[in-house]
């Protein structure tokens, strides 16, 4: 039997096998209010009747400043839950579990003046360092989204704290330069996920999947693993392991079959007893199959060679050849709108 169709709890749910959908935004399939202006029920339901066991709706913002971009989703407002609804509906139906991705993007917001940790610069945008009350603001419209989500009937919530968005420049020793209680140690520029994920928590239950996008080497690795046991402590369900601000220099051993990322998800399994899912570079069924019969990780984040074959899935667990992601340069084309994806 395949590695990848044995079965999963996560939380208290069931996922059917391992391969997760990791976050990615259909740029440009949205409009500037936090709606979708093309269907995500069918995106999502087809990576979910191709047997997607779990899959991580895309970066959603929790406000509207901190939209990470001007076409991305929304869920800072009550109008925005049948969205959700329709995206669950069809991935449910399928029998996928799903939950979305929540993010503010921080001194990378869209707009002129951005907020961050600190007053960094960013181009030709003002960037602005948190007071307490942003602070407090940022906290609370995590957990609004957080309990939207779930009343959208989505399983979960995944909190976006890799990739430099603003939970990465609250960790991140580069960017945080801040002398209260949100800057300088570790505990201080850990504190700030911690506390949303303890408010969410609160607001949601017990049985409401919590994930952590987890941004490596931010600060180092040492801190990571360090992270990484705080969060298990605090009850997170999922680490789904990616880059943080500081990722480049990481010596990843010389046989190692796969990128710096993955390897950073490989190693913070080792140091965790709750699930962990690695990324990055997955084009092949056999590569996900290594991974897992290696007990390199529990699930596998398989991000654009699912958006090239949808059915990756169930092509893997049968054996079958999948459509290979061409992985376009200079970026994916989803990068700016996936209807022009060579596979779409
Ligand atoms: C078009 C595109 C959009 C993405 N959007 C997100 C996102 O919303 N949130 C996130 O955490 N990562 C995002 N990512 C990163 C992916 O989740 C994933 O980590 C990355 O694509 C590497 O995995 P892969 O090699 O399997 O594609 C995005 C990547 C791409 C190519």
Redesign the pocket.
């Known amino acids: 039997m395949s590695m990848i169709d044995q079965s999963i709890i996560i939380n208290k749910t069931k996922v059917k096998n391992r391969i997760l959908m990791?976050?990615?935004?259909c740029?440009n399939w949205g409009d500037e209010d936090g709606f979708e202006t093309y269907n995500r029920g069918e995106h999502y339901g087809k990576r979910a009747k191709g047997g997607t066991g779990l899959i991580v709706l895309?970066?959603t913002a929790i406000s509207k400043e901190g939209r990470l971009c001007d076409t991305e989703l929304g869920l800072w407002k009550e109008e925005h839950v049948p969205q959700f609804q329709r995206i669950a509906k069809s991935c449910h139906d399928e029998d996928a579990v799903v939950i979305v991705?929540l993010?503010h993007a921080g001194m990378k917001s869209v707009g002129d003046t951005v907020l961050s940790s600190s007053a960094v610069e960013v181009g030709d945008k003002k960037c602005l360092e948190m007071t307490l009350d942003d602070i407090e603001k940022v906290k609370n419209d995590f957990v609004a989204a957080a309990v939207r989500a779930k009343k959208a009937g989505l399983d979960g919530v995944e909190i976006?704290g890799?990739?430099g968005y603003l939970l990465s420049q609250f960790t991140s020793k580069e960017v945080n330069q801040r002398t209260d209680l949100y800057g300088g140690s570790l505990e201080n520029r850990l504190r700030l996920p911690i506390e949303i994920i303890e408010a969410v928590r609160l607001a949601t239950g017990d049985d409401f999947i919590i994930v952590y996008?987890f941004g490596v080497n931010d600060p180092t690795m040492e801190e990571d693993i360090y992270f990484a046991k705080k969060l298990e402590a605090l009850g997170v369900d999922l680490l789904n392991v990616?880059a943080g601000i500081g990722s480049n220099d990481i010596i990843v051993p010389k046989d190692y079959p796969f990128s710096f990322?993955t390897y950073m998800g490989t190693e913070l399994h080792k140091a965790v007893n709750i699930p962990v899912a690695c990324?990055?570079?997955?084009k092949e069924p056999k590569q996900a199959e290594y991974l897992l019969e290696n007990h390199m990780t529990d699930m596998v984040?398989?991000?654009?060679?699912l958006?090239a074959d949808p059915e990756w899935t169930n092509k893997a667990i049968r054996g079958e050849a999948v459509d290979v992601?061409y992985h376009c340069k200079p970026?994916?084309k989803?990068?700016v709108d996936?209807r022009t994806c060579p596979w779409y």
């Open positions: 990791p976050p990615l935004v740029f895309e970066a991705q993010v976006h890799a990739h996008r990616s990322v990324v990055f570079g997955i984040a398989v991000g654009r060679a958006l992601c970026r994916c989803y990068s996936g």
